[in-house]
């Protein structure tokens, strides 16, 4: 129900948008956010924001780089990311949940994407 799209491959220090459309429901009812997993590794957090879009929170090894942005009218979820490192290397994922916390917390989230591959590498 969750498409994400925009991944790629890009040499370090460039940017990528991600973007991630809902094909069932209405994605500004809820508060939604994005998590990646790399190879071999947990996954793990990276942004979440509220219903309205005054409300973002991310990882501290992405604040400053990472944007997260929603347009409800466009029912589409955005990430950018810029100054990208090869440790921002994984398959990333858009998440919705009726809670913030849910959405951060990544745990009893009802709303999975089926991920986009990002490749940092010189």
């Known amino acids: 129900q969750l498409v994400e799209s925009g991944g790629g491959s890009v040499q370090p220090g460039g940017s990528l948008r991600l973007s991630c459309t809902a094909s069932?429901?209405?994605?500004?009812?809820?508060?939604i956010g994005w998590f990646r997993q790399a190879p071999g590794k947990e996954r793990e957090f990276v942004a979440a924001?509220?219903?309205?879009?005054?409300?973002?929170t991310y990882r501290d090894s992405v604040k400053g780089r990472f944007t997260i942005s929603r347009d409800n009218a466009k029912n589409t979820l955005y990430l950018q990311m810029d100054s990208l490192k090869p440790e921002d290397t994984a398959v990333y994922y858009c998440t919705a949940a009726t809670l913030i916390s849910t959405v951060v917390a990544g745990t009893n989230v009802p709303y999975w994407g089926q991920g986009t591959q990002v490749t940092v590498s010189s």
């Open positions: 069932e429901f209405t994605l500004e009812k809820y508060p």
């Open positions: 924001i509220n219903f309205s879009g005054g409300t973002t």
